[in-house]
C-alpha cells in the first residue's frame, strides 16, 4: 500500500542552525501539506502546497519556514534559523483530490538545543 | 472559537467494550469533511474514518464507526470491542469545501484500554 515516507524520523541541530525536513508524499497525489505538533499538545497546521505553490499558510508559517518540491517526488520544510519553540514533531501529509483523505507521514521528531 | 472541540482529554476502557469519544465542530459552511486519525505512542498519525456532510449514512470501518449528528455539529467516534491496541491518542480533525487547503484538529482524546 502507498505511504508517505519522511526523512530523518530524528533531528537534533543546535539553536540557530537550518534544517531541512524531508517528504515523499504518495506519488499520485496533488496536494501536500505541513503540520507541527509540540510534544503533548494538538496538531497543527503549517502550510499546503498545490500546483508547484503555497495556497495556504498559518501564522506560524513565518519567514523562518520555506517549502519547496525540488524534484517529481520529494517535498521538503526548510527552516532557515531554529528556535527553541521549533523542537516539535513535523509531520508531511499529502491527498489526491481537494476532498480526498489526507494520508500522514510517520513525522521527524526535531530537537532544538 | 475552535473549529474542532474535544472535550474529554482521557478516557478508560475495558477490553471488550465499546467506547464513544466525543468531537464537536464548528463551521458556517453546508460542504465539509470531518475525519478521525489514532496516534498511538510511537507518534504516526493513522487514518480511520471520514464523514461528508452531506452523506445520508453514519461512515463505518471495521470495528469504528462514527455517529454523525449534523443538527448538533458533533462527529463522535464509537470503538466497538475495544483492544488493548487501541490505546492511543485520537484526533477529531475537519476540512472545510471552501477552504480545503487545511485541515483543523482538535486537542485530542488520550484512550486507555485496561485488559
Known amino acids: 500500500e502507498p505511504e508517505v515516507t519522511q526523512t530523518p524520523s530524528h533531528q537534533v541541530t543546535q539553536m540557530g542552525q537550518e534544517v531541512i525536513l524531508r517528504c515523499v508524499p504518495i506519488?499520485?497525489?496533488?496536494?501536500f501539506y505541513w503540520y507541527r505538533q509540540i510534544l503533548g499538545q494538538k496538531v497543527e497546521f503549517l502550510v499546503s502546497?498545490?500546483?508547484?505553490?503555497?495556497?495556504?499558510k498559518s501564522e506560524i508559517f513565518d519567514d523562518q519556514f520555506s517549502v519547496e518540491r525540488p524534484d517529481g517526488s520529494n517535498f521538503t520544510l526548510k527552516i532557515r534559523s531554529t528556535k527553541l519553540e521549533d523542537s516539535a514533531m513535523y509531520f508531511c501529509?499529502?491527498?489526491?483530490?481537494?476532498?480526498?483523505?489526507?494520508?500522514f507521514g510517520p513525522g521527524t521528531r526535531l530537537l532544538v538545543l | 472559537a475552535q473549529k474542532i472541540t474535544q472535550t474529554q482529554p482521557g478516557m478508560f476502557v475495558q477490553e471488550k467494550e465499546a467506547v464513544t469519544l466525543d468531537c464537536t465542530y464548528d463551521?458556517?459552511?453546508?460542504?465539509?469533511?470531518l475525519f478521525w486519525y489514532k496516534q498511538p505512542s510511537s507518534g504516526e498519525m493513522i487514518f480511520l474514518i471520514y464523514?461528508?456532510?452531506?452523506?445520508?449514512q453514519n461512515a463505518t470501518e471495521g470495528r469504528y464507526s462514527l455517529n454523525f449528528q449534523k443538527a448538533r455539529k458533533s462527529a463522535n467516534l464509537v470503538i466497538s470491542a475495544s483492544q488493548l491496541g487501541d490505546s492511543a491518542m485520537y484526533f477529531c480533525a475537519m476540512r472545510e469545501a471552501y477552504n480545503f487547503n487545511k485541515f483543523y484538529f482538535g486537542s485530542g482524546t488520550k484512550l486507555n484500554v485496561k485488559p
Open positions: 501529509a499529502s491527498n489526491g483530490g481537494r476532498q480526498e483523505t489526507q494520508y
Open positions: 464523514q461528508g456532510s452531506y452523506d445520508q
Open positions: 506519488s499520485n497525489h496533488l496536494y
Open positions: 463551521t458556517s459552511d453546508p460542504s465539509y469533511g
Open positions: 502546497f498545490y500546483n508547484n505553490e503555497i495556497s495556504e
